[in-house]
C-alpha cells in the first residue's frame, strides 16, 4: 500500500505508514492517519521517517511471517531519535512473545488499545507532538482513490469456525449503528465516491449484538436512500444467512451491486462438520441456484480451504466436481494453516503440505477453465458499466473494473483500448473482443 505525501511543512515530524493484510486492516491504518495528520506529515518513503508505523496481519503463518519480515526491514530505516511502532493483528495475539522477539520495536499496539492510539503516540515520540484521539471512520486518511471507499460496518466475529483465530483476534461481533454508517457513507458520497464496499468478517451478522436480530437488510435500505449516483457492494456473506430477503432486497435495488461473495470453504458434509461451519453440500448448492434463477446476471465469488484434517482425495474429487457444478464466476482458495488454540488444533494434521499444494493446483485448475469458459462468453457482449480504475504502460491500455470485478485485483481486470484520454474513476461503456482466464480486453465504444 502506497500512501502519499500531505501537507508537507518541514518542521514537523514526518511518518511513514505501512499496512498488511486485509482491507478492515487497511480501514484502521486510516484512521490512526488521520489521529496523526494534524501533527505529523505523512510521507511516502520510510527513510525520510522519524516515526514508522507497520499495522500488521496475523491471520495465518504466511501474513505473520510478512509481518515480521516487514517490520526488520523498517527497523533498518530507523535512524538517530526515530522510532518504530507495530500495531495491529500480531502485537494483539502476540504482544508478550514478540516484544522479546523484536526489540528493534520501541512500542506495540494492540487492536484493543486503539481507543487512545494519539495518547500512546504521543509518549512514543516523547510528546514532542500533541496528537488527539480522534480514532473515527470519519476522519481518515484514504488509501484507496477517491471513486471508491471501504466502509468496516462491524469488527469481531460469532461464528467458530474450527480454523479461524479471527475470534482470538478481533474478538465477539460489535456492531456499529446504522446512523454510524449512514453518516459515513453519506460523506464519502459526497467527496465523490460511486464505489461503495462494506466489510467485516461476517457482513450477514450485522446488528445482530445491537438490535438483536439481522439487520443488513435494514441498513442497506437506509444507504440506498441516501442521494447520489453510487454503487454498493457486500463483502464477506455467510452462507447460511444469505435470506431471502437479502437476494430479493438486491435484485430490486440498482444501487446494490449483484456481487456475492460467499466463503464455503469446502464442499463435503463431513469436512463442513468437522470445519464447524453450517449447511451442507445441498444448501450450498440450492442457494447458488436460487441466487442465479433470481438475479440471472449476479457474480457469485467463493474461497475454500483445501487439505484441512480429514479431507481425503475422494473429498477433493468431489469437490471439483461440485465446483464444476456451481461453475462459480470467481474462486479463491489456500492451503490449510493450523493456528494454536482453534478447535483444528485437536484434529489429526497428517495431510502433508505437498499434498496441500497439488490439491490447491487441481482446484484452481478446475476453476481456471471455468473462468476461460465464462470470459470466451463475453466476447462481442458490451459491458456498461465499466469504471476506469489505472492504466498498463506495457499494453497501452487502460485497466477498468465492473461491478463483476472487486477491488485490489482479487478478480482480475477489463483491459481497456481508449479513444481519448480518460480519468480515474470516469465510467465508460466497453465492447469486450478478447480474453484470458482472468481478464478481458476490450474498446471503448459509446
Request: negative net charge.
Amino acid at each position: 500500500m502506497v500512501w502519499t505525501r500531505i501537507n508537507a511543512i518541514d518542521d514537523k515530524m514526518k511518518l511513514y505508514m505501512i499496512s498488511l493484510g486485509c482491507a478492515k486492516n487497511q480501514v484502521d491504518s486510516e484512521m490512526i492517519l488521520g489521529v496523526c495528520k494534524k501533527d505529523l506529515e505523512i510521507v511516502a518513503l520510510p527513510d525520510e521517517a522519524d516515526v514508522i508505523i507497520v499495522n500488521t496481519c496475523a491471520f495465518i503463518e504466511p501474513a505473520r511471517k510478512e509481518a515480521i519480515d516487514t517490520i526488520l526491514q523498517m527497523a533498518d530505516y530507523k535512524k538517530n531519535g526515530s522510532k518504530l511502532i507495530v500495531c495491529g493483528c500480531l502485537p494483539q495475539r502476540y504482544k508478550e512473545k514478540i516484544e522479546k522477539l523484536l526489540p528493534e520495536v520501541d512500542r506495540f499496539i494492540g487492536i484493543d488499545e486503539y481507543a487512545n492510539i494519539g495518547e500512546i503516540i504521543n509518549q512514543v515520540l516523547d510528546r514532542r507532538c500533541h496528537l488527539d484521539n480522534d480514532f473515527l471512520f470519519t476522519n481518515r486518511v484514504y488509501s484507496t482513490p477517491n471513486y471508491m471507499r471501504y466502509v468496516k460496518i462491524s469488527e469481531g466475529c460469532m461464528n467458530h469456525c474450527a480454523f479461524c483465530a479471527i475470534p482470538l483476534i478481533r474478538g465477539r461481533l460489535k456492531s456499529r449503528s446504522i446512523e454510524s454508517i449512514k453518516e459515513e457513507v453519506e460523506k464519502e458520497v459526497k467527496e465523490g465516491a460511486y464505489e461503495i464496499n462494506l466489510i467485516s468478517q461476517d457482513t450477514t451478522k450485522y446488528g445482530f449484538d445491537l438490535y438483536n436480530k439481522l439487520m443488513i437488510v435494514p441498513l442497506l435500505k437506509e444507504l440506498v436512500s441516501i442521494e447520489g449516483d453510487f454503487r454498493i457492494r457486500l463483502l464477506y456473506l455467510y452462507p447460511d444467512i444469505v435470506s431471502d430477503e437479502l437476494i430479493d432486497f438486491i435484485k430490486n435495488n440498482p444501487k446494490v451491486m449483484p456481487y456475492f461473495d460467499i466463503p464455503i470453504q469446502h464442499s463435503e458434509d463431513l469436512i463442513l462438520k468437522k470445519m464447524y461451519r453450517r449447511g451442507n453440500r445441498e444448501f450450498l448448492l440450492n442457494l447458488f441456484a436460487k441466487i442465479r434463477k433470481e438475479i440471472p446476471n449476479a457474480i457469485i465469488r467463493t474461497t475454500l480451504i483445501v487439505g484441512f484434517p480429514y479431507e481425503t482425495e475422494e473429498d477433493v474429487d468431489k469437490l471439483i466436481e461440485f465446483i464444476n457444478e456451481v461453475k462459480f464466476d470467481r474462486l479463491g482458495a489456500f492451503t490449510f494453516s493450523l493456528e494454536e488454540n482453534t478447535k483444528a488444533c485437536d484434529y489429526p494434521n497428517v495431510i502433508s503440505q505437498s499434498t496441500k499444494q497439488k490439491r490447491y493446483e487441481r482446484v484452481m485448475l478446475a476453476q481456471q477453465q471455468i473462468n476461460l469458459e465464462k470470459n470466451k462468453a463475453c466476447i462481442g457482449t458490451i459491458i456498461d458499466d465499466a469504471f476506469i480504475v489505472g492504466y498498463d504502460e506495457s499494453s497501452f491500455m487502460y485497466v477498468a473494473r465492473s461491478y463483476a470485478y472487486a477491488p485490489d485485483e482479487i478478480d482480475g481486470c477489463i483491459f481497456v483500448a481508449a479513444k481519448y484520454e480518460l480519468q480515474l474513476g470516469q465510467r465508460i461503456k466497453v465492447k469486450i473482443l478478447d480474453c484470458d482466464e482472468y481478464s478481458l480486453t476490450g474498446e471503448q465504444c459509446e
